[in-house]
Nanobody
Framework: QVQLVESGGGLVQAGGSLRLSCAVSGGTFSRYAMGWFRQAPGKEREFVASISWTGDKTYYADSVKGRFAISRDNAKSTVYLHMNSLKPEDTAVYYC?????????????????WGQGTQVTVSS
């Protein structure tokens, strides 16, 4: 059974930074493309960033490009989302997801496994 557990969320002031982590267990992490999505109250879940299973391809939503960075550590079966220059509009529940054998699609329906989410709140 594949499990994804996010951590690292919290309350931060605008302009601050956070690093989210997502630890994966019960599967072959090195074969998964990994993605981060977020969902704000009253809004649909949206793509934030993804990384291929090889780790050499990364993709970002325009709204976070230049501020967020996704990385992975296959030895630790963990994917990270480094968030800098945070804005109040980044406030949301952040979810990590695993795509088996994929390249890191932006479509959340293509992901096979999901974490429970971690809250990020950015105050102005």
């Amino acid at each position: 059974q594949v499990q994804l557990v996010e951590s690292g969320g919290g309350l931060v002031q605008a302009g601050g930074s956070l690093r989210l982590s997502c630890a994966v267990s019960g599967g072959t992490f090195s074969r998964y493309a990994m993605g981060w999505f977020r969902q704000a109250p009253g809004k649909e879940r949206e793509f934030v960033a993804s990384i291929s299973w090889t780790g050499d391809k990364t993709y970002y939503a325009d709204s976070v490009k230049g501020r967020f960075a996704i990385s992975r550590d296959n030895a630790k079966s963990t994917v990270y989302l480094h968030m800098n220059s945070l804005k109040p509009e980044d406030t949301a529940v952040y979810y990590c997801a695993a795509e088996v054998g994929g390249w890191g699609t932006r479509a959340y329906a293509d992901y096979d496994y999901w974490g429970q989410g971690t809250q990020v709140t950015v105050s102005s």
